[in-house]
């Protein structure tokens, strides 16, 4: 096991949570210590894919470390210099935008903000349904930022869906150490 502290947030994409919580397995298996991080709209709403209850209890066995789910509690993230590295996943398109344009009103932005203020790496896994429309922008600028590192991601549903990106989740480990190398994993898109 590797001795680092990673920061895992979840986002409100709520038909990749089940992903999320097998990326979750997968990074604490490889990491000694783990700090589960939730949006206020994970914590607090229940869908058919599953109850918040459920998901941040499941987050807590997981990581056996309790949720942070408020931006007070996050805050600290940056000036302790809790984490090595955060992983956002699944990242939504809202949260996406939120990051390009410096906006810090829920606690994943602030755990990105705080944590982004030491210069370590942000690992996103994006997850939305408006990624080649409305979120494309952010996605753009946010590629192009230091110290943030995309999971590898393709349309879902083309036909469907065709604004609609997915990242693959599987690929959350292999990123993370790109990441810790400084370097983008290839290719970003499938």
Known sequence: MESKTIGFAVCGSF?????ALAALEQVAAQYEHVIPIVSEISAGTDTRFGTAHDLMREMERICDHRVIRSIRDAEPIGPK????LLVIAP???NTLSKMAAGITDSCVTMAAKAHQRNGR???VCVASND???GSAPAIGQLLMRKNV????FGQDDAINKPT???ADFDRIP???QAAFEGRQLQPVLL
């Open 149 to 152: 590192f995309f999971v590898p």
């Open 131 to 133: 990624g080649l429309a």
């Open 81 to 84: 210099q809790l984490l090595d």
């Open 174 to 176: 292999q990123t993370m």
């Open 164 to 166: 609609s990106l997915v």
């Open 91 to 93: 990242c939504t398109g």
């Open 15 to 19: 038909c990749t949570h089940s992903r």
């Open 121 to 123: 790496p942000v690992v």
